[in-house]
Each structure stands twice: as C-alpha cells, then as structure tokens.
C-alpha cells in the first residue's frame, strides 16, 4: 500500500512539473509576441507626440484642401508630361517612363531616408533586420506595386493620361464606396454629394465617348 501510495504520488510530481513547464513555455512566448508587436508600435508610433495627437484630433481643413489641390495640381502636370513625351518620342516605351519615375524616385528617397545620420532609413533597417518576415512582407509589397506599374504605364503609352487617370479615380471611388459599405463606416452628406458629382462625371465621360463612337461608326458606314 505504502508503495503504491509513492507511486501515485511521484506521478502527481511528474504531471504538476509538465503543467508548470507547459505554463513557461506559454509565458516564454507570449512576451516573445508581445515585443515584437512593441517594437512595430516603437517604430510607427512612438514619436508620435500629443502636438501631433491633438493636430490629428482637430484636423486644419484648409491645409487639408490645399494639399489635396497640390496634389492634382502636380499630378495633372504629370500626366501633361507624360504625354509630351509620347508625342516628342515615339519611341518612347511604357517601361522607359516607368524606369526614369523609378530611378529618380529612389534617389530623392535614398537621399531623405539616408541623406544624414539622424534619418529614418536606418531605423527601418534595424527593424528589418530584426523581424525578418517584416522585410519578407516589404518585398512583397514591392513586387506587387511592381507588377501593377506595368499596367498603369502600358495604359499610358497606349490610351494616354485621360484614360489611366479615368481608370484610376474611378477604382478610388469603388473602393471608397465598398469600403464604407462593408465596414459599416457611414458616409456623411457631403462626402454622399462628393460620390454623386464623381460618379456623375464618370457616367457622362463615358456617354460623351459613347456618342463620339457612334458617330465615327456612322461616318465609316457612310463612306
């Protein structure tokens, strides 16, 4: 009996020792988690200050317009270049634009991101370095964004900036829509008149460039 009671007591010892074990282990990896998530908020969010806190909680409306108005203002002289370039150059290709944005773009940054020893570049290389699949995620992002500028460029070269510049407003008013209506994100008066004159202009581009083909039609069956 005595023996049998030391038996059943050792066991008692074992199964209390792999709880205990299992329950360092848990502990051992959920600060492993929770570090790594410290480490992507002290990379995005820690400096962000209350000034800025308090900026993002009573936005400057008239900032916000004006550069948004800049930002079409650039983009529209863009697009003109853009198609200057065509009509100078015919032989210009989609992935002769696509490589001077690029190759430029990457100086500007190189230069802000590593153009001095307090920049952010090299913060965001020491999280990459120490998240691997953090990097692994950026170069997929890149790839992606890679694989997509061949489409907006080849519809440049092809259709001009009007078309690519169509084709993407009315991608941005999709998702805008979609977006408010799966998140359940309500959309206010203003903001529901903002998507009524887009999809208005859309829908009388559309019939503008349906009337211009109906009419070249009727001159080639004419002649």
């Known amino acids: 009996m005595k023996k049998a009671g030391a038996a059943s007591e050792k066991k008692k010892v074992r199964r209390s020792a792999a709880a205990a074990s299992a329950q360092n282990g848990a502990a051992d990896t959920t600060p492993k988690k929770q570090s790594a998530e410290e480490d992507v908020y002290q ?21 916000g317009y004006g550069l948004c108005f800049l930002n079409l203002v650039f983009d529209g002289f863009t697009n003109a270049t853009q198609d200057s370039l ?16 690029n190759l430029w773009g ?22 990459c370095r120490q998240h691997p699949e953090a990097a692994w995620d950026v170069l997929f992002y890149c790839l992606c ?8 460029f080849l519809t440049i070269s092809r259709f001009g900036s009007l078309a690519n510049t ?30 009524l004159m887009v999809f208005s202009g859309l829908s009388y581009q559309i019939y503008l460039k349906w009337q211009k083909l109906q009419r070249s039609q009727k001159k080639r069956k004419s002649t």
């Open 166 to 195: 169509t084709i993407t407003t009315t991608r941005k008013f999709v998702s805008i829509v979609v977006s408010s209506l799966l998140s359940g994100n309500p959309l206010s008066a203003i903001q529901w008149g903002s998507v």
């Open 43 to 63: 990379l995005f969010a820690e400096k962000t200050s209350s000034k800025t806190i308090s900026k993002l909680a009573h936005p400057n409306a008239p900032l």
């Open 86 to 101: 065509g009509a100078r150059y015919p032989k210009t290709t989609a992935w002769d634009i696509m490589l001077g944005m």
């Open 106 to 127: 990457t100086i500007y940054n190189m230069i802000y991101m590593f153009g001095w020893p307090q920049a952010s570049g090299f913060e965001a290389v020491k999280f």
């Open 145 to 152: 964004g890679a694989v997509g500028q061949n489409f907006i």
